[in-house]
């Protein structure tokens, strides 16, 4: 007999940056580890037979693809309201909160659901996202309180600060994340980054959240010079807003260069010519850019909050996150080659840490204890 785990793949029908790069890396590192006599499914909302198509050519050695009746945004609503529209039971993993979180039986019917929290902006800063998306996140994490059999989480800082939001119990269990497998600069780099319009030296910011960034700002501004600042995964809509906080910092506007949403061969091109990661946001919200940074060996800057301590450990510099602090962090990455050299060997070092693989196969093991 066939054991199935069905993945939720809800991000991948309308790619929605980081969730459906990790869903995708998650996906594919399942099937590639899945033990003996067990297969990988994938559970999407209703789509277009093309998108489905091209879904299926993106995870190969997929066992099959369920589709439920609705869209996304009914199928969303509907599990929030507790409706297991298109579920079926089963094993059942997500990469997300998007899942069908109704009572099941476990010890009988063998069905499980475990959802994924890598964010908790909805929580700590609700003024960064839509409020309808604070209030969906919010009250899937309360149906998961109630009927998740597990919840991953990739850090432990993650696991200390869900715990202030919804009584998880012993459900939570930390599984990180990774850079895409394979990812590192390409041999184009220099092309890519001159098609993207890129200063020849700059300190390279993650713009997907606004914490942070007035102290990022004002640590490259007391840099002076010629630095430049990348500031990438910044939404049409949101530029602006960062072109004011950059204005308000001290940042020269010449100095600034927003970027939107990168592919993989892109923001490895990026992060290969970045003289710096600079680090900033406190949030407790896995650091993509960070890890990837690690995984080609960036160097890193970063404030010391206890995401950025548990994930770069000894691969970076932590400091402060006062603007004062960060300015002279970054100072000492960019004092010298020397130093910029030694903090690209402690990231690589660090880089090597994580993994799909090694994610999958906790997913996996996580599963079977269950």
Do not use: N
């Amino acid at each position: 007999m066939t054991t199935t785990l069905r993945v939720v793949l809800d991000a991948l029908v309308q790619p929605a940056g980081d969730l459906a790069e990790a869903s995708r890396e998650l996906t594919t590192a399942l099937v590639r580890t899945a033990p003996s006599g067990c297969e990988v499914a994938a559970l999407v909302p209703a789509a277009p037979d093309e998108a489905v198509a091209e879904l299926r050519g993106q995870l190969p050695g997929i066992a099959r693809i369920d589709t439920a009746p609705l869209g996304r945004r009914e199928l969303a609503a509907s599990w929030q309201l507790g409706i297991a529209t298109g579920a079926g039971g089963g094993m059942i993993h997500s990469p997300s909160l998007m899942a069908p979180l109704v009572r099941h039986d476990r010890a009988y019917d063998h069905d499980q659901t475990v959802v994924t929290v890598w964010d908790l902006t909805p929580w700590e800063a609700p003024d960064e996202l839509p409020r309808g998306s604070v209030m969906w996140h919010k009250a899937m994490l309360k149906r998961a309180a109630k009927h998740a059999d597990a919840v991953v989480v990739p850090t432990h800082a993650h696991a200390e600060r869900l715990a202030e939001f919804a009584k998880l119990g012993d459900r939570i269990r930390v599984i990180a994340g990774a850079a895409p497998a394979g990812f590192a600069v390409p041999t184009d780099e220099v092309g890519r980054r001159r098609a993207l319009e890129l200063p020849a030296q700059y300190v390279l910011i993650d713009g997907g959240r606004r914490d942070g960034l007035d102290a990022a700002f004002a640590a490259a501004a007391r840099a002076g010079g010629d630095l430049a600042v990348v500031v990438t995964d910044v939404t049409e809509e949101g530029a602006a807003a960062v072109a004011d906080i950059a204005s308000a910092a001290g940042l020269p506007e010449a100095h600034l260069h927003v970027r939107g949403r990168l592919d993989a061969a892109d923001r490895a091109a990026v992060l290969g010519g970045a003289a710096t990661v600079l680090a900033s946001s406190t949030l407790t919200v896995f650091p993509w850019l960070v890890v990837e940074a690690l995984a080609v060996g960036a160097p890193v800057v970063a404030a010391a909050c206890e995401v950025h301590r548990e994930v770069i450990v000894d691969g970076g510099l932590l400091v402060d996150a006062s603007g004062d602090a960060l300015a002279a962090g970054l100072a000492q990455a960019l004092g010298s080659d020397a130093a910029r050299a030694r903090l690209a060997v402690l990231a690589g070092d660090r880089g090597r840490a994580f993994s799909w693989l090694g994610a999958a196969e906790r997913v996996w093991q996580l599963h079977a204890e269950l």
